[in-house]
């Protein structure tokens, strides 16, 4: 009898231990479920690249420079989705077709930055920034805020949209 309590025993004790080994190494938002029905939690790395890539996006944006506008539009549709390459060259285009100073250079500062949400392939960076604009008539400073939206696509965190907010 006693032999049979202790097999079961060691039974329980082997699939607690192996629940608690699964569980612990693939955490969820739901810690205390036997399964592992939750969503999963963001580690803080991708946290922090999310942030870092809605950030330098917001730079980039900000430095415009009438000198390589080629560079300029390389260098910010490295971080755009597809979907969003095709709004930022056509409303780039409108914007040229206009006339750019050719002496226009924009510089930017990132005054902060939070992550809003985010879960395995979307996330939402709230980012406050400066823009400085030199151009033959003067320049100019504007305090922005926007929502930049994110999506993982092939493994990489690229800019999917970006929303000016008050």
Sequence with gaps: MVAL?????????????GVLLYRSSHLTDQPFSLSNSGQAITPDSARHQ???????FCLRMDAVDASDIDGYK??????????????????FEQFQKIGLDKDLKGT???????????DQD??????AHDSTVKASTGT???????TVALRKVHGAWLVDDFT???
Excluded: M, N
Excluded at 8 to 15: I, N, Q
Excluded at 78 to 90: D, I, N, P, R
Excluded at 122 to 127: E, F, N, P
Excluded at 140 to 146: A, D, G, K
């Design 140 to 146: 100019t400073e504007r305090h922005y805020r926007w």
């Design 108 to 118: 930017g500062t990132i005054l902060a930055s939070g992550l809003s949400d985010i």
């Design 122 to 127: 979307s996330a939402t960076v709230l980012v």
């Design 5 to 17: 309590a202790l097999v079961v025993l060691t039974v329980v004790s082997v699939a607690v231990a």
């Design 74 to 91: 390389k260098r910010v549709s490295e971080l755009l989705t597809t979907k969003q390459k095709a709004k930022f060259a056509s409303e």
């Design 50 to 56: 999310v942030v870092a890539i809605a950030e330098q």
């Design 164 to 166: 000016p907010v008050s």
